[in-house]
């Protein structure tokens, strides 16, 4: 098992910058490949990054890419979701996943965090 816990959320306003964090624990880190997705209120939840357990692969959602960085920190079970440059269709509670399957599908994750509310305003 894999237990996930996501921080870092909160308010911000278009333009503005945020990092959120996906902490790890229960299983060994550096084999997993770590995903971030989102979920927008009325909306289905979305892919939006993925980064492989060796962390020069990594994978973006078009809507993100060139905006948002993905990364990891194998020493502290961590993941990290650099956003900067956010708009307000960014706004969604963006959720941490693990697994050993690195695509952009939700059943490619076998582990999931509680949520995390990230909100911009215009």
């Known amino acids: 098992q894999v237990q996930l816990v996501e921080s870092g959320g909160g308010l911000v306003q278009a333009g503005d910058s945020l990092r959120v964090s996906c902490a790890a624990s229960?299983?060994?880190?550096?084999?997993?490949?770590m995903g971030w997705f989102r979920q927008a209120p009325g909306k289905e939840r979305e892919f939006v990054a993925a980064?492989?357990?060796?962390?020069?692969?990594?994978y973006y959602a078009d809507s993100v890419k060139g905006r948002f960085t993905i990364s990891r920190d194998n020493t502290k079970n961590t993941a990290y979701l650099q956003m900067n440059s956010l708009k307000p269709e960014d706004t969604a509670v963006y959720y941490c996943?693990?697994?050993?399957?690195?695509?952009?599908?939700?059943?490619?994750?076998?582990?999931w965090g509680q949520g995390i509310q990230v909100t911009v305003s215009s």
């Open positions: 996943a693990a697994g050993r399957r690195f695509g952009q599908r939700r059943n490619d994750y076998d582990y």
């Open positions: 229960g299983r060994s880190f550096s084999w997993l490949v």
């Open positions: 980064i492989h357990w060796n962390p020069g692969s990594k």
